[in-house]
């Protein structure tokens, strides 16, 4: 990542991502939302949103805030769009979650908060999108790993969408037929544009860079890419455009849906034999801890397929979803987006506090920042209380869920208590920590070298 820039406002992004998710956790720990509550309860739309939207959408929004302009070689369109992006997004996110709460009747229905998140969350991920597809507008190449993460800003703007209309309809500010009809049948659109077509799409792309680049991998550009971006495209079309037409007139969107299904398992195994391929053509022969633990988020994406498969052919999938959901979102997305934090905000404080001063004298490497060792126990610990968690779901043992978030919970916080080490450069021997002109990094901020 030779002559990158830093996005000022990445780190904060990163901060405001990781709060939500040990508030999730704290949430399932002590019970709140499912499966202590219905599926479809206020308490867990207000759970899923705050993973979804507070932790999932912000880490993604940060990361490519940074990383796209690397992937596409041009810089960001405005660091100026950033801050009031995030502020739009927060304050949405409160709006939505005041709503669920109205929703429930836990506070007067006097303000309209369904449609102030609806505004207010629109306003916020246009502004990410308008400033990544302005930036990818003026790039001279469009690799393929940026084109997959166009296919997931398509993704996230038909989820918003969505969200946006069940908002509207749920809050009385809409009632024209098509959109009551597509808040009642349109959920699973909504569930597989964003987690499917949004988070899951632009991980994959953002993960063929990001290994083969610590790996030290070749790039990979061939067929299976190729057609992993194809087959996966397709998928979401035929679960979205074909989704939603089938919802419009007046069908179920099931049949969609599993074509959608199946093209995207193809897609899937594609990408996981892409995967392989870097793990093995690496040249970097000792793995570093982010690709280790990549491994692991990896396996749990298959396994959320397999699992997936198999609940549908014993036709146990509609009882057993929260699983499969919680697998892809802890396991399989958190799981990557923790792997790759802890290396991306080793890698963005060393070249903030240090690149001014390279070729000045000796200055520390990436990896003196960070204690392998120390964070890899943080990690085993993050993925055994996934996998417990969801197989405490599936055996439908509510109780041991909880001890199981508790668990993900306490190595969550190991997990951050690392990534403020970094930034504080307290792993750094104290000789070498600041050499002459060296300035230490704020802890939310970043400034260009
Ligand atoms: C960004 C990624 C997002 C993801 C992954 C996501 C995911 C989900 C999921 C899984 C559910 C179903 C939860 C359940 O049944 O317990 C849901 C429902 C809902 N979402 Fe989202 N969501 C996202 C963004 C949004 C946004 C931006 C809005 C609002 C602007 C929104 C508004 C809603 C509403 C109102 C419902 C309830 C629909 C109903 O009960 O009929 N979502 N979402």
């Known amino acids: 990542m030779t002559g990158v820039t830093l996005s000022r406002w990445t780190m904060s992004y990163f901060a405001a991502a990781l709060v939500a998710l040990m508030a999730a956790e704290a949430m399932m720990a002590v019970g709140y939302g499912f499966p202590a509550a219905a599926i479809a309860a206020p308490e867990t739309l207000i759970l899923v949103h705050v993973v979804a939207i507070g932790w999932l959408s912000l880490l993604m929004?940060?990361?490519?805030?940074?990383?796209l302009p690397v992937l596409v070689a041009q810089p960001l369109y405005s660091n100026a769009l950033a801050l009031p992006a995030l502020v739009s997004l927060v304050v949405g996110l409160a709006a939505l979650i005041l709503a669920f709460l109205q929703l429930d009747g836990r506070i007067a229905p006097a303000v309209p908060f369904f449609a102030i998140a609806a505004a207010l969350l629109i306003a916020g991920f246009a502004?990410?999108?308008?400033?990544?597809?302005?930036?990818?507008?003026?790039?001279?190449?469009?690799?393929?790993?940026?084109?997959?993460?166009?296919v997931g800003l398509a993704g996230v703007t038909f989820t918003v969408v969505l969200g946006a209309t069940f908002a509207l309809v749920l809050g009385g500010t809409v009632d024209y037929g098509p959109l009551v009809a597509l808040?009642?049948?349109?959920?699973?659109?909504?569930?597989?544009?964003?987690?499917?077509g949004w988070l899951t799409f632009t991980a994959m792309g953002v993960s063929y860079r990001l290994l083969a680049m610590f790996m030290l991998a070749p790039e990979l550009e061939g067929a299976t890419t190729k057609a992993a971006l194809l087959l996966g495209a397709a998928a979401l079309g035929m679960a979205i455009a074909g989704g939603i037409l089938a919802v419009l007139l007046g069908g179920n969107p099931s049949l969609a849906l599993l074509a959608a299904l199946a093209m995207g398992v193809l897609a899937l195994a594609l990408y996981g034999a892409d995967v392989l391929h870097l793990y093995r053509a690496r040249r970097r022969r000792?793995?570093?801890?982010?690709s280790r633990m990549a491994a692991y988020a990896l396996v749990s994406l298959a396994a959320s397929v397999v699992l997936t498969l198999l609940l549908l052919a014993i036709r146990r999938l509609g009882d057993h979803a929260a699983a499969v959901v919680f697998l892809i979102a802890f396991g399989w997305l958190s799981g990557l987006g923790?792997?790759?934090l802890y290396?991306?905000?080793?890698?963005?404080?060393?070249?903030?506090?240090?690149?001014?001063?390279?070729?000045?004298?000796?200055?520390p490497r990436v990896q003196d920042l960070v204690v392998e060792n120390r964070a890899g126990k943080w990690f085993l610990l993050y993925f055994i209380a996934v996998w417990a968690g969801a197989a405490a779901l599936l055996a439908g043992l509510p109780l041991a869920f909880r001890f199981a978030a508790a668990l993900l919970?306490?190595?969550?916080?190991?997990?951050?208590?690392?990534?403020?080490?970094?930034?504080?450069?307290?792993?750094?021997?104290?000789?070498?920590?600041?050499?002459?002109?060296a300035r230490p990094p704020r802890l939310l901020l970043s400034c260009q070298p």
């Open 61 to 67: 929004c940060g990361a490519l805030l940074q990383f």
């Open 286 to 290: 000792n793995i570093e801890l982010n």
């Open 338 to 340: 923790l792997a790759q």
């Open 127 to 150: 502004f990410v999108l308008w400033n990544l597809a302005r930036t990818m507008a003026a790039a001279p190449t469009m690799p393929l790993p940026a084109r997959f993460v166009v």
């Open 409 to 437: 919970l306490v190595a969550t916080v190991g997990i951050v208590a690392q990534l403020v080490r970094t930034r504080r450069l307290a792993d750094v021997k104290d000789a070498a920590r600041l050499p002459q002109g």
């Open 183 to 196: 808040t009642t049948a349109g959920l699973p659109i909504h569930v597989v544009a964003g987690l499917g």
């Open 343 to 363: 290396k991306i905000v080793a890698f963005l404080t060393w070249l903030e506090c240090y690149g001014p001063v390279l070729g000045k004298g000796p200055t």
